[in-house]
């Protein structure tokens, strides 16, 4: 079975300082992955993805994402935290092979709330 | 400007009233989705699309219903037979099934 875990619902950083949300995943294929951010009654907006090309991958913003396969992590990272960085992200993985009749669907983490003081 | 709108930003529903969330997409995507937003739980899927005048159930399809008439256009009713409807629903598409997916701002439905 394929999944996806956030593991902090929350953290809070200073301004200014790095960011680190934490994701693993459980897939038994090599995997799609995503971050996306979605920021107080707003809709979700992609930051990154990862799709077996570099295991680096570069967002929107100065996020970035690292895809580990031997720790089986994606954590999202940011060197300097802006304010406008408050939100809720999500770790995402897609479904590649059947699975309930849901392939290519995808498998949400529960999200991590980001809070940046001042 | 290309996206997806959803519409109502907010909606009430009466004890035992069917409601219709709108979502409209001008991207040309073929694929459509619907899915269910709950504090602490993050999203569940209820319905996807993967071309006009088709559809597929979801996760949690139960107490919903939709249709794809129009490639643009993939309503969601949310029926009297939805027990816990108040939640944050949320429509994406993508350019085919199993690319990236793009969301809408989301409509808020609370129950009176």
């Known amino acids: 079975a394929q999944s996806v875990t956030q593991l902090d619902s929350h953290v809070s950083v200073s301004e200014g300082t790095p960011v680190l949300l934490r994701c693993n995943y459980s897939s038994s294929y090599s995997p799609s992955l995503f971050w996306y951010v979605q920021h107080p009654n707003k809709g979700l907006q992609l930051l990154l993805k990862y799709t077996s090309a570099a295991t680096l991958v570069k967002g929107i913003n100065g996020f970035e994402a690292e895809f580990k396969k031997s720790e089986t992590s994606f954590h999202l990272t940011k060197p300097s935290a802006h304010m406008s960085d408050a939100a809720e992200y999500f770790c995402?993985?897609?479904?590649?092979?059947?699975?309930?009749?849901?392939?290519?669907?995808?498998?949400f983490g529960k999200g991590t709330k980001l809070s940046v003081k001042p | 400007d290309g996206g997806i709108t959803q519409s109502p930003k907010y909606l009430f529903r009466k004890e035992g009233q069917n409601v219709t969330l709108s979502c409209e997409q001008n991207l040309n995507h073929d694929a459509m989705y619907w899915y269910r937003q709950d504090p602490g739980q993050g999203l569940r899927l209820i319905y996807y699309s993967q071309i006009v005048n088709d559809f597929q159930k979801g996760d949690i399809a139960e107490g919903y219903s939709v249709s794809r008439e129009k490639k643009e256009s993939f309503p969601l009713t949310v029926t009297s037979a939805q027990k816990n409807p108040t939640a944050f629903y949320l429509c994406a598409s993508s350019i085919v099934y199993q690319e990236t997916q793009y969301f809408g701002p989301g409509t808020r439905l609370l129950v009176l």
């Open positions: 995402v993985v897609r479904l590649i092979m059947n699975y309930g009749g849901s392939q290519g669907n995808l498998i």
